[in-house]
Structure formats: C-alpha cells, structure tokens
C-alpha cells in the first residue's frame, strides 16, 4: 500500500525532554511538509522540504527541527525550547516540488507534554 | 485577521439534507481550492482541488469558487452518516492556507 506513516500515534513526555516525530512515505514524493493543529486554528506550517538535504522553516519553525536525509524519511525533532509542545503534529507529502501541490497527509501523532 | 476564515460550528443536520459549508479568504492572489475532510484522530484526507473561479462535482460533492466575492463552498447532497467529520479549507497562491475547519454531524 502507498501511502504515509506516522508513528507514535500517541507520544507522553515530561517537559524539557526532546522528542522525534517520525514520518515515512512510499509515494516517491519529493517535497514534505509538517504541521501542527491546534483546536480552533488551521494547520500551521512548521517545516517543509522539496529535495532531499534540503528544508525551509515555516511559519512556526522555533523549537522544532527536521532532517532530510533520504526522500522517504523526514523526521521532526520537538525541543524543550517550544514553549507549547502540546499538540496534534501531521506529516504531508506533494508530487510536485512548489507548493500549489495537492498535500497528502498521514495519519498524524498526538504529542502532550507534561 | 486571518487570511483563511471558515466557520468552526459545529453543524448538526439530518441524513439526506444538503450542507453547505464556506470560507473567506482575503488574499487575492490564491488560485488553488482544495476541500479536505478529517475523521476525529486522522490525518486530513483531499475531497476536492480546485483551479480559479467555478465549480467542480464529484458524485454528492460540489465545490464552488468565487473569486470576485472571495468565497468559496462545498456542497453535500444527500448527506450520510458516515460523512460527520471536520471539513478543511485550503488554498494556495505561493504558500498553502488552512481554514479552521467546520465539524460536520450527520444524524441518521
């Protein structure tokens, strides 16, 4: 099956510990992106990347972190420098390298901190 | 205010009703419309992608765009059960925006 996994689906952590997010897809999909939801707001970019060793911060990249380092794989790593880290985080993927693309998401990962 | 505004609800209607949810945006220079449908604790999932003004039907989907206006719409025909969930908004221009997203329930 084609698709984007997630994994954990659900994450606990106590405050000031990092943690890393994992994001796979075999959809030969170069650009990835993630995002967090919160209730009552939109998805907000944190990180997205077109090419392999390559990513761009978004619009909430402070206290996150990713890598890049092969086309299938792009893991987010949640510092103790977010001050909110508590929150619903989803990995997205496009065809194409812009980002007019069409988006496919995973499944997402629940992260709360406490 | 934000650049992407859809009402949060949340909508209640009857099976076999017609929904109609909506956003406004205030930047003109999107040109992708793209409607997703989130089932609680899932990852959103793309019903429709839009191009400019128009509309565009797949099956009891309608998506509608008016550019002039700055408003766009889906619409549900005969809606079912199994189509209560939350409804995104997105569009496009250089960056992608997200509405808040609209819960839907459809009571059998």
């Known amino acids: 099956d084609g698709g984007i996994t997630q994994s954990p689906k659900y994450l606990f952590r106590k405050e000031g510990q990092n943690v890393t997010l994992s994001c796979e897809q075999n959809?030969?999909?170069?650009?990835m992106y993630w995002y967090r939801q919160d209730p009552g707001q939109g998805l907000r970019l944190i990180y997205y990347?077109?090419?392999?060793?390559?990513?761009q911060k978004g619009d909430i990249a402070e206290g996150y972190s990713v890598s890049r380092e092969k086309k299938e794989s792009f893991p987010l790593t949640v510092t103790s420098a977010q001050k909110n880290p508590t929150a619903f985080y989803l990995c997205?993927?496009?065809?194409?390298?812009?980002?007019?693309?069409?988006?496919?998401f995973g499944p997402g990962t629940r992260l709360t901190v406490t | 205010q934000k650049e992407v505004e859809q009402d949060p609800g949340p909508l209640s209607v009857p099976e076999g009703a017609i929904v109609s949810l909506n956003c406004t945006y205030s930047?003109?220079?999107?040109?992708?419309f793209m409607w997703y449908r989130q089932y609680s604790r899932k990852g959103p999932e793309l019903l429709m992608y839009?191009?400019?003004?128009g509309n565009k039907e797949d099956g009891r989907f309608t998506a509608q765009v008016d550019k002039s206006s700055k408003y766009i719409s889906l619409f549900i025909r005969d809606s079912q059960p199994s189509d209560s969930a939350t409804y995104l908004c997105?569009?496009?221009?250089?960056?992608?925006?997200f509405g808040a997203g609209t819960r839907l329930t459809v009571k059998p």
């Open positions: 997205a993927s496009s065809t194409g390298t812009g980002r007019l693309d069409e988006q496919y």
């Open positions: 959809l030969n999909h170069d650009a």
């Open positions: 990347s077109q090419i392999v060793n390559d990513f």
């Open positions: 930047n003109s220079a999107f040109q992708y």
């Open positions: 839009t191009y400019s003004s």
């Open positions: 997105a569009m496009s221009a250089n960056d992608m925006r």
